[in-house]
């Protein structure tokens, strides 16, 4: 278990609709990460927050959005969902120290399914 | 930005034998090079990482190698095992940058008893 919990598992909708998967990283880690994996593929980076500020973005969708919340805890919002958009999306989240360097950790997924 | 190349994307190993796991690298100012595992169902799990200043690192069945100079680095199974067939991800960042982490695209690794 990395101790970076993400909700819901799975998620069904249709197209058009939007949905929210949530993240809970782990117990002292400051730093959260976005990834989108489709069928077969790589990891594709979304964005990054540290400690509430985005970090770093990647090729986000404007459909998406995303936030980390005081507690640490982030969300990523889709909408206006398309077929396309049917992927795994992970959350990982690190110390976010400068020294330590930048260890992942990940969680175990939303499967996003656009019917 | 960098760009991270993986191959091969498939490899399939008998039980015992050794498994060979190749990166490239374009950008010299990436200096941490982590290798994620990813079991079925599950997410990437970290299982061994390297920094720029050291050639190699081993972590007892598992080591990587890293040569700046080419800008490739390899992940070396040995002794292969069926619990070892997962999804094998490299990846590449720049450390003291809050740089964002640049993933392989992935190698399938079977291991047949």
């Known amino acids: 278990d990395s101790g970076v919990t993400q909700t819901p598992k799975h998620l069904i909708t249709a197209t058009g609709q939007r949905v929210t998967l949530r993240c809970s990283p782990r117990?002292?880690?400051?730093?959260v990460y976005w990834y989108q994996q489709s069928l077969d593929q790589g990891l594709q980076f979304l964005i990054q927050y540290y400690n509430g500020e985005e970090r770093a973005k990647g090729n986000i969708l404007e459909r998406f959005s995303a936030q980390q919340f005081p507690d640490l805890h982030s969300e990523l919002n889709l909408s206006s969902l398309e077929l396309g958009d049917s992927a795994l999306y992970f959350c990982a989240s690190s110390v976010g120290d400068r020294v330590s360097g930048e260890k992942l950790f990940f969680g175990s997924g939303t499967q996003l399914s656009v019917l | 930005g960098e760009n991270v190349e993986q191959h091969p994307s498939t490899l399939s190993v008998q039980e015992g034998d050794s498994a060979v796991i190749k990166c490239t690298y374009s950008?010299?100012?990436?200096?941490?090079f982590p290798w994620y595992k990813q079991e079925l169902g599950k997410g990437p799990q970290l299982i061994i990482d390297?920094?720029?200043?050291?050639g190699e690192k081993k972590d007892q069945r598992i080591a990587v190698t890293l040569n700046k100079t080419a800008k490739h680095f390899s992940l070396h199974i040995t002794e292969t095992q069926p619990e070892d067939s997962a999804v094998y991800f490299c990846?590449?960042?720049?450390?003291?940058?809050?740089?964002?982490?640049?993933f392989g695209s992935g190698t399938k690794l079977n291991v047949k008893p």
């Open positions: 390297i920094r720029s200043n050291v």
């Open positions: 950008d010299s100012a990436s200096n941490y």
């Open positions: 117990s002292g880690d400051l730093s």
């Open positions: 990846a590449a960042t720049t450390l003291y940058n809050f740089n964002k982490f640049y």
